[in-house]
């Protein structure tokens, strides 16, 4: 992959991509949400990559109105990350599906464009949601022989990891509180995930997928290990296992390695407020 466009570019995900692919000399403009505020902790990830003049840093709603795409471009959706922090109104859905998906089908055809989008597991729990409309969308884009593919995500954890996990709550030492967003039937250690998608879109996208560990109770061994119980009720929910492709992810550390990463991470940058 030369060149990469990822929506979300200072979201834990896509900051952790966007870091690996300029590692490997890709280039990257990346869409910073802007309907959020530029707190500590963005400010701390644009000096981290900033400086590398392969990546271009460009505004959401600028970039969404101008739509540059340039031929083989793999671009990034990363939804996962905002609804994680219950912030989807900063995707601008509309604008989105309908001021720049929608309306360059053509484009994406002829430029042979790719497109990923990082969606919650939760999303293959019930097909009457809101959220309905990003899911239609790529149907659409399908059907167009647009190369496109749904990664649907567990938790994912380690450096960077945002502070709606609770597992960053117990490195933080605060209070845990487990939201209904947060999947605590698995987890997928940063570095891993990256790694898979980096492989994964180098390839054709046609296909949806659902991330699992090559760990069992992955989630659970994590919680073990930082010494926070879980509600034993909760018992994983089905899913609509009939539409993707379940893809097992191989642990390339210990989770206790990967959590005790995220706790260094966090000490180094000085427990700010805004993490």
């Known amino acids: 992959m030369d060149r990469a466009v990822i929506l979300g570019t200072f979201e834990f995900i896509g900051f952790s991509l966007c870091k690996h692919l300029l590692d490997q000399g890709c280039e990257i403009d990346g869409i910073h949400f802007d309907k959020e505020k530029d707190d500590a902790l963005i400010q701390e990830k644009r000096l981290t990559i900033g400086r590398n003049a392969n990546f271009n840093e460009k505004n959401y709603s600028a970039w969404i109105k101008s739509g540059k795409i340039l031929k083989n471009d793999t671009i990034f959706i990363d939804i996962y990350d905002l609804y994680i922090r219950n912030k989807l109104g900063a995707l601008w859905e ?45 149907t659409v884009l399908k059907e167009n022989n647009i190369s496109v593919a749904s990664f649907y995500l567990p938790v ?117 407020d805004d993490l």
């Open 94 to 138: 509309k604008e989105l599906i309908e001021g720049f998906l929608m309306k360059n089908l053509a484009i994406f055809q002829s430029l042979q464009v790719k497109i990923a989008f990082l969606l919650p597991i939760q999303w293959l729990k019930d097909i009457s949601r809101t959220h309905s409309r990003v899911e239609d969308v790529i």
């Open 156 to 272: 994912i954890y380690g450096p960077w990891q945002p502070k709606e996990f609770s597992f960053h709550q117990v490195i933080a030492e605060e209070r845990v509180m487990i939201s209904e967003r947060e999947w605590i039937h698995d987890a997928i250690y940063i570095d891993d995930l990256i790694i898979f998608l980096s492989n994964c879109t180098d390839k054709p996208l046609d296909e949806s997928y659902l991330l699992k560990s090559s760990i069992t109770g992955h989630w659970r061994k994590c919680a073990d290990y930082l010494s926070f119980g879980n509600n034993e009720n909760w018992r994983c929910p089905d899913l609509a296992l009939g539409k993707v492709t379940e893809r097992t992810i191989q642990c390339s550390v210990k989770f206790s390695d990967g959590l005790e990463k995220q706790r260094q991470q966090f000490i180094s940058l000085g427990n700010p």
